[in-house]
């Protein structure tokens, strides 16, 4: 497997990881059973983004996505599992987010490029 190709296999575990924790100890404060979630979620979620940076990946970019992808990914399912609103502002502000971090990853690629050229 690529170099690339296993940071963002591992970036989007992280992901997922982290937003299932966030989502995990919603559900905790019925079931406090889901702690056990959560504790696993985090802890996970960071190991597995140490081994993202352990890659290669710049942390600007491996946050950035990480960070954005969970609340954009935590929003949604708090919609689908809690019921939560999700209202129009929420959705542009997720977009403006996620844009950012768009910038951020080109920016990166395009330093990176640049600093194999000179």
Same mark, same amino acid.
């Given at each position: 497997?690529? =170099? @690339?190709? =296993? $940071? ?6 992280? /992901?997922?990881?982290?937003? @299932?924790? %966030? ?6 404060? #019925? ?14 979620? *960071? ?7 352990? @890659? ?5 970019? $491996? ?5 954005? %992808? ?5 929003? /949604?399912?708090?919609?689908? *599992? *809690? ?10 502000? /997720?977009?403006?987010? /996620? ?5 951020? #990853?080109?920016?990166?690629?395009? $330093?990176?490029?640049?600093?194999? @050229? %000179?």
């Amino acid at each position: 497997m690529k =170099k @690339t190709a =296993k $940071a963002w296999l591992l970036l989007s575990a992280a /992901i997922l990881a982290e937003v @299932t924790a %966030s989502l995990a100890l919603k559900g905790a404060l #019925e079931h406090a059973g889901l702690y056990a979630v959560v504790a696993a979620g985090y802890l996970g979620s *960071f190991v597995l983004l140490a081994g993202v940076l352990r @890659t290669g990946m710049a942390l600007g970019v $491996a946050y950035g996505v990480w960070g954005a %992808s969970g609340v954009a990914l935590t929003a /949604i399912g708090s919609l689908v *599992f *809690f019921g939560e609103p999700l209202t129009l502002l929420m959705g542009i502000g /997720i977009a403006v987010v /996620i844009a950012g971090v768009l910038c951020v #990853e080109l920016g990166s690629q395009a $330093a990176h490029e640049k600093a194999e @050229t %000179s």
